[in-house]
């Protein structure tokens, strides 16, 4: 029943971003430092960071949505787009609360790159589940509208975090909306994050 009233919630803030039908985004897992090489010839990025709290009930703790930004360097796939990154990490977090099942963030549209190198072809997702930080991975991406809604691999709970998951755009990052949504009660959470000027 819980699971289900969070769903619904989800697709209610997926259509009220657009009446567009929502499209499947196609997704993969990567390494850093590799995936870098997408932005940088030198396979080596610097980063803006920024953090949302998700307030999750008593005692919140300090969970939070990550928000990673950098600009595409001349002579990468990537040059003179913005690369954006999210994580949800509870390992900070605390409360009576029940996980969390996904993520949906106001970006707008993206632009596929080459995020696995050496390769011809173009994604539209990455997630980074080698070389960084982070447990629990991405296994579904959908656009509907301007909301890109990413369907976490297993239910995220406190005292665990999600890989990086990542995409490009080409305009620059600015505040926006996002939300998480699970199983308890509420079902769904407002924070901040970064993503384009669309």
């Known amino acids: 029943m819980r699971k289900a009233a969070s769903i619904a919630v989800a697709a209610a803030i ?3 971003a657009s009446g567009a039908a929502a499209a499947d985004l196609k997704v993969v897992e990567v390494s850093f430092p590799e995936v870098n090489c997408t932005f940088n010839p030198t396979c080596t990025i610097t980063v803006s960071d ?3 709290t998700i307030g999750l009930g008593l005692d919140d ?3 939070i949505l990550q928000s990673r930004t950098f600009t595409g360097a001349p002579g990468a796939p990537a040059a003179g787009k913005t690369g954006y990154m999210y994580r ?3 390992t900070q977090g605390k409360g009576w609360v029940d996980c969390l099942v996904g993520l949906t963030v106001d970006f707008g549209p993206l632009v596929k790159q080459p995020y696995v190198k050496g390769s011809p072809d173009l994604f539209d997702v990455f997630v980074g589940v080698k070389g960084g930080v982070g447990s629990v991975s991405v296994k579904s991406a959908e656009q509907d509208g301007a909301a890109i809604t990413f369907m976490f691999a297993k239910p995220l709970c406190v005292g665990e975090t999600t890989f990086f ?3 490009t755009a080409e305009k620059a990052p600015q505040s926006v909306s996002a939300g998480l949504f699970g199983y308890g009660s509420p079902p769904y959470h407002g ?3 970064r993503g384009p000027s669309h």
Do not use: E, P, R, S
Request: charged share 10%; no cysteine.
């Open 14 to 16: 997926l259509t009220i």
């Open 50 to 52: 920024t953090v949302g």
């Open 61 to 63: 703790g300090n969970a």
């Open 88 to 90: 949800v990490d509870l």
């Open 165 to 167: 998951v990542g995409l």
């Open 191 to 193: 924070v901040d994050a």
